[in-house]
């Protein structure tokens, strides 16, 4: 039973930063990718966004809204995925998820669809407030 826990969320003023953990148990083999998902306030399952991702080679794309702030990263040895945040900002308030691919590698230009990932974690809050 694969896990994807996440960790890390609270609140944080604007300009601030923040790293998030997800923490992945429970499989074996390898993640082809992993990612970053988030889903502001008031939005539903359909306003989910992709924020960034990884794949085993190390390639990472990013949203066009969190370019230059945010950077992904992976420890394989403790098969953790990260995310830094910096310079936060209201509009990325959220709640973030970490998905992760187990099947062979799509392609990373698949990275932003959800259905390019096989489980999902349960989400951790972040607040940015003014």
């Known amino acids: 039973q694969v896990q994807l826990v996440e960790s890390g969320g609270g609140s944080v003023q604007v300009g601030g930063s923040m790293t998030l953990s997800c923490a992945a148990s429970g499989y074996s083999g390898i993640m082809s990718m992993m990612g970053w998902f988030r889903q502001a306030p008031g939005k539903g399952r359909e306003g989910r966004e992709a924020?960034?991702?990884?794949?085993?080679?190390?390639?990472?794309r990013y949203a066009n809204s969190v370019k230059g702030r945010f950077t992904i990263s992976q420890d394989n040895t403790n098969k953790t995925l990260y995310l830094q945040m910096n310079n936060l900002k209201p509009e990325d308030t959220a709640m973030y998820y970490c998905a992760a691919r187990f099947k062979p590698s799509a392609g990373i230009w698949w990275w932003s669809l959800e259905t390019t990932y096989d489980d999902w974690g349960q989400g951790t809050q972040v607040t940015v407030s003014s």
């Open positions: 924020v960034t991702a990884i794949d085993s080679a190390g390639t990472t």
